[in-house]
């Protein structure tokens, strides 16, 4: 009686815990000055919420450091596009001289017509050297030159020329702040913040730091371009509309949700029971990975996203299939009902995570070799495998262990003709006497 109570217990603790998961991933929770809503914090995709995407193609390929200079270049127009709120913002490098561009646009952008985004990726960069009272020192319209360099002990520098009048405006901010920081700025962001160790008159000057040959570089490339370091052409610039994409998203929506009702339908049909325990998991999934989407930093919800998130539901069910499937052959042995879900979870496991891992395997490999909404495709396939897994081992299992520590007196409600079926297999054990 101990173990039934405890179990009923249990199990309307989990269900209270649930209700309130999908409370708080639906309507969100305030606490103190934080607001934490999961469902509005999911970042939404170019082919969902809207906007533009733009290849560019570097105009010469034949220049040195080619490479360096690319991923310099992507780095300049990752800084140019979070400082104007495209966070979401996706750059990748296509092939040997291409980088393309997706940018999704939504309430947090600064910028909302598509046509100023492409001329804003292709304005001039802004350079400035900050002071610590936070007073521009100078821009780089006064930088003549900054390249790589090496000091007396052989480590990489950034050496760096300034114009005439940028040598009187950095002769008078290095007098005046020696032994303090000047931060520089590249569109906002601050790329260096070195600590002027003496005051610097003749125009020319080192950055000192720990630096490899490669950062020592990219740094000496971000502080002379006035503009972007490699010349690039667009060649291909495409507008999405939001409208297609949020009819794509509704319907995606209601699809999902009616394959849910009928997944769940016949489920409950099919394996009563712990049918039920299968579907609280699938729930926990659900909530689960609507709370990682919105909380995971650069996941963005795409149409193939969704196909991810699907999947996902589909590897959960599988597992669960693969679990009751192995417990009622257990069952048929003879075996008593806890028996036969622990040896039948047991057996099962070893083939879950198996499928789960493979198909693990394969999605962390888009996200490092994919792009765009391959990428986010991947990313959202690695998070429901994984909540996948947790929601079938951990959850829908639990929840059938309580099942059966309630031990209700009708077996029928695990499985057809339990009772018929567990006296026949002790029958056949005892050489055809009843057991």
């Known amino acids: 009686m101990k173990t039934r109570t405890r179990s009923t217990v249990l199990f309307v603790v989990i269900l209270v815990l649930i209700a309130l998961l999908a409370y708080f991933v639906i309507n969100g929770l305030e606490i103190g000055i934080y607001d934490v809503k999961p469902l509005s914090g999911i970042q939404q995709g170019l082919d969902i919420t809207g906007g533009v995407y733009t290849v560019y193609e570097a105009a010469d390929t034949s220049i040195e450091n080619f490479d360096e200079e690319m991923s310099n270049t992507i780095s300049v127009l990752r800084n140019r596009l979070d400082s104007k709120g495209f966070t979401e913002a996706t750059i990748s490098r296509q092939g040997f001289d291409r980088i393309r561009v997706e940018i999704p646009i939504n309430n947090s952008s600064e910028i909302q017509d598509p046509t100023e985004i492409s001329q804003y990726i292709g304005s001039p960069a802004k350079l400035e050297f900050v002071g610590p009272d936070d007073e521009v020192i100078m821009e780089g319209k006064d930088i003549e030159q900054a390249y790589r360099d090496y000091d007396e002990n052989g480590k990489p520098v950034v050496a760096f020329r300034l114009s005439e009048e940028g040598t009187k405006k950095f002769a008078a901010a290095t007098t005046k702040f020696v032994g303090q920081n000047i931060s520089i700025r590249l569109d906002g962001e601050t790329i260096s913040s070195p600590t002027v160790n003496t005051e610097i008159l003749g125009g020319q000057g080192i950055i000192e730091g720990n630096f490899t040959e490669t950062s020592s570089q990219n740094l000496a490339l971000q502080i002379q371009s006035g503009a972007l370091p490699i010349e690039l052409h667009e060649i291909e610039v495409r507008t999405i509309s939001a409208t297609l994409g949020e009819d794509a998203l509704q319907?995606?929506?209601?699809?999902?949700?009616?394959?849910?009702?009928?997944?769940?339908?016949?489920?409950?049909?099919?394996y009563r029971l712990p049918g039920v325990a299968a579907c609280l998991g699938l729930i926990v999934y659900t909530m689960c990975v609507m709370l990682l989407l919105g909380s995971v930093p650069g996941v963005q919800l795409t149409l193939p996203g969704i196909a991810g998130i699907v999947l996902g539901i589909g590897m959960a069910v599988d597992a669960n299939v693969i679990i009751f499937e192995r417990f009622r052959e257990e069952y048929?042995?003879?075996?008593?009902?806890?028996?036969?879900?622990?040896?039948?979870?047991?057996?099962?496991?070893?083939?879950?995570?198996?499928?789960?891992?493979?198909?693990?395997?394969?999605?962390?490999?888009?996200?490092?070799?994919?792009?765009?909404?391959?990428?986010?495709?991947?990313?959202?396939?690695?998070?429901?495998?994984?909540?996948?897994?947790?929601?079938?081992?951990?959850?829908?299992?639990?929840?059938?262990?309580?099942?059966?520590?309630?031990?209700?007196?009708?077996?029928?409600?695990?499985?057809p003709k339990a009772k018929e079926i567990r006296e026949k297999a002790l029958s056949d054990k005892n050489g055809g006497e009843p057991a």
Do not use: E, H, W
Not at 370 to 392: H, P
């Open 332 to 415: 048929r042995t003879g075996k008593t009902l806890r028996t036969s879900f622990r040896a039948g979870s047991q057996k099962a496991f070893i083939t879950i995570l198996d499928s789960n891992i493979t198909t693990l395997i394969c999605a962390v490999v888009l996200a490092i070799f994919g792009s765009g909404q391959i990428k986010s495709f991947a990313y959202t396939l690695i998070i429901s495998i994984i909540v996948s897994m947790f929601a079938a081992l951990v959850v829908s299992n639990g929840i059938m262990k309580l099942f059966i520590g309630m031990n209700p007196k009708n077996q029928n409600l695990f499985l």
């Open 251 to 270: 319907n995606s929506i209601f699809a999902g949700v009616v394959g849910l009702v009928i997944l769940f339908a016949f489920i409950l049909i099919y």
